[in-house]
Nanobody, 124 residues
Framework: QVQLVESGGGLVQAGGSLRLSCEVSGFSIRAYRMAWFRQAPGKEREFVAG????????YFGDSVKGRFTVSRDNTKNLVNLQMNSLKPEDTAVYYC?????????????????WGQGTQVTVSS
């Protein structure tokens, strides 16, 4: 059974940090590019960060560049999102996703599997 389980969300003050984790079961992430997306209330889901198969190449949405980092541990089937200097506008449900395709990593439609999401709330 395929599962992507996000954890690490919560309430934090502006300027603080959180580390999200995505534990994957049911398949090996070695053959998948992994990404994080987020959806704020009343807004469309947007790309946050992505990481290629080996972890060498990473990609970020413009709003989080320089503040977030993404990493993966293929031996543990785990993907992490380190979020620093958080802002109230980072408040959203954060989703982990996996794609076996070769399309643009920022495009949601190419993703095979999604987690249920974890809530991140940043207070001002």
């Amino acid at each position: 059974q395929v599962q992507l389980v996000e954890s690490g969300g919560g309430l934090v003050q502006a300027g603080g940090s959180l580390r999200l984790s995505c534990e994957v079961s049911g398949f090996s992430i070695r053959a998948y590019r992994m990404a994080w997306f987020r959806q704020a209330p009343g807004k469309e889901r947007e790309f946050v960060a992505g990481v290629e198969w080996s972890g060498t190449y990473t990609y970020f949405g413009d709003s989080v560049k320089g503040r977030f980092t993404v990493s993966r541990d293929n031996t543990k089937n785990l993907v992490n999102l380190q979020m620093n200097s958080l802002k109230p506008e980072d408040t959203a449900v954060y989703y982990c996703a996996a794609t076996s395709g070769y399309g643009q990593i920022r495009v949601q439609s190419g993703y095979n599997y999604w987690g249920q999401g974890t809530q991140v709330t940043v207070s001002s």
